[in-house]
């Protein structure tokens, strides 16, 4: 397969996820940039996205929606960047349960509680989180024994979950622990995040004329 990947984004979305992940494996990539409530609702955008919505990959005749499938995705269709355990290491496990906690528990934990609605003690079982308090514990234990999602180095998982959290405790959704504080200060230096912020930082302002 082809090495060219096309990012569809917006620098105010989570295409900023997707970006960055795109730094770390180091390929070239186009990046075709939509509008909210424009192009990006327009028919040849839906074609490919049918929500609507950013980011999107095309890479070759694959189309790939979803921050966190993307970030898998890409690991795997370039093996040289490293950015994934094999399948045979036991931390391909932590790997994918939480790539897979940040995309789900907590992202819906932390919409919910941001737009102030949390289930009560018994509605908390229908919900996959159960709680915004269990979700940000959970997520906190985890980083008070571990640099990393996987084991002791960066993958592809580091990407998603640590977008979730930098955004979480610039924006408030989530609590300011020193466990997350630290894990994000690990990350929001390395190369390729600095690069991507840089690329869509500087979409945003030129959108603002």
């Known amino acids: 397969m082809t090495n060219a990947v096309t990012l569809y984004t917006n620098p105010y979305s989570r295409g900023r996820i997707a970006r960055w992940m795109l730094e770390e494996i180091g390929q070239p990539y186009d990046v075709v940039v939509l509008d909210y ?4 609702k327009a028919a040849d955008y839906l074609a490919i996205n049918p929500m609507g919505k950013v980011p999107a990959i095309r890479h070759g005749g694959v189309i790939v929606t979803e921050a966190a499938a993307i ?14 355990p094999a399948l045979t290491d036991p931390a391909r496990g932590d790997y994918y349960r939480w790539l897979f906690f940040a995309a789900g528990p907590l992202e819906q934990a932390t919409t919910n509680h941001y737009a102030k609605f949390d289930p009560t003690p018994d509605q908390a079982r229908m919900f996959g989180y159960g709680s915004y308090a269990q979700t940000i514990d959970t997520l906190e234990k985890k980083f ?6 996987a084991g002791n180095r960066f993958t592809a998982a580091d990407v998603y979950v640590g977008m979730a959290v930098g955004w979480g405790l610039e924006f ?3 609590d300011k622990r020193p466990a997350f504080e630290a ?9 390729a995040c600095v690069a991507a912020n840089a690329k869509d930082d500087a979409l945003a302002a030129a959108s603002k004329g």
């Open 144 to 149: 008070t024994t571990s640099d990393y999602v």
């Open 172 to 174: 408030g959704t989530i």
């Open 37 to 40: 409530g424009t192009t990006m």
């Open 71 to 84: 970030c898998a995705y890409l690991a795997d269709a370039f093996p040289a960047a490293g950015l994934a």
């Open 183 to 191: 894990y994000w200060n690990r990350l929001k230096t390395r190369p």
